[in-house]
Structures are given as structure tokens and as C-alpha cells.
């Protein structure tokens, strides 16, 4: 029965099947391991960064700690100490303070 099918196929499909299928296995698992989180981390953080609000505490790239004091299209004006004011690229606010105290 499997010579028939062999040699109506050509013999080749099976082998080749089960030569490609752990390379598609490998994918599958970069795939659920490795892709699918780092993209839903990313939307997180771009949510993140598209509500921040005056008040809110956050930490910056550079690991500077401070509270948002104004919100533009593509910076952030934080506050890190008593009258000192910086103003951030969004890009550059990773968390805010409540995520860093935890780890």
C-alpha cells in the first residue's frame, strides 16, 4: 500500500514533509516565545505613553525619577525636584515609579 503511494506521489512528498517540518516548528515556537510577547509589551508601553497625565509619576530612560507636570503631542515636561522642570521625548518614559518599586 505505501509503495503505491510513493510512486504516485513521486516518492518525494513525505521526506520532504518531514524535512521541512522542524524548521516550521522553529518558527512556530520563535514565534509564540519570543515574537508575540515583545509585541504586546510594546503596545503596553505605547498605550502607556499615549495617557499620560499631569500628575502621573514616572521614570525616564536615563533612570531619573520625577512627576509630569505638562503633556505635549511628543514630550512630557516632569518635574525631579522642587522647581527643576526637564522636558522628555515620550519615547523616553519607560514606567511609572508603582512597576519600579516592585522589581
Known sequence: M????????????????MQLLPFILIIVVFYFFMIRPQVKRQKELRKYRENLKKGDKVVTTGGIYGRVTEVKDSYVVVEIASDVNIKVDKAGIIMDMSDAVKK
Open 2 to 17: 505505501m509503495s503505491l503511494f510513493l510512486q504516485a506521489t513521486g516518492g518525494e512528498s513525505p521526506g520532504m514533509l
